[in-house]
Nanobody
Framework: QVQLVESGGGLVQPGDSLRLSCTAS????????MAWFRQAPGNEREFVSA????????NYHDSMKGRFTISRGNAKNTVHLQMNNLRPEDMAVYYC????????????????????WGQGTQVTVSS
């Protein structure tokens, strides 16, 4: 059974940084895609970033380019999301998602294309 476990959320001030981590177990992701989505109160869940395990290609939501960086961790099936210069509007529950197959580019942004989800980790940005 595939499980995704996120960690690294917390309370920070505007301009601070956080690194989220997601570790997947119970499946093979060597050809798949792992992604981060987020959901703020009252809003729909939105795409943040994704990385293709094979090749390491990355994609970002336009508003997060230059501030967020997704990367593969040294540990197997681990992905990190480095978030810099956090803003109050970044406050949300961040979810890790995974698909064991290769997604076409247009599908990377669509949450329905991901088969597995973590429980989420809260990121609060407040002064």
């Amino acid at each position: 059974q595939v499980q995704l476990v996120e960690s690294g959320g917390g309370l920070v001030q505007p301009g601070d940084s956080l690194r989220l981590s997601c570790t997947a177990s119970g499946g093979t992701f060597s050809s798949g895609t792992m992604a981060w989505f987020r959901q703020a109160p009252g809003n729909e869940r939105e795409f943040v970033s994704a990385i293709r395990w094979s090749g390491g290609n990355t994609n970002y939501h336009d508003s997060m380019k230059g501030r967020f960086t997704i990367s593969r961790g040294n540990a197997k099936n681990t992905v990190h999301l480095q978030m810099n210069n956090l803003r109050p509007e970044d406050m949300a529950v961040y979810y890790c998602a995974a698909n064991t197959g290769r997604l076409i580019l247009s599908d990377i942004y669509r949450e329905v294309r991901y088969d597995y989800w973590g429980q989420g980790t809260q990121v609060t940005v407040s002064s």
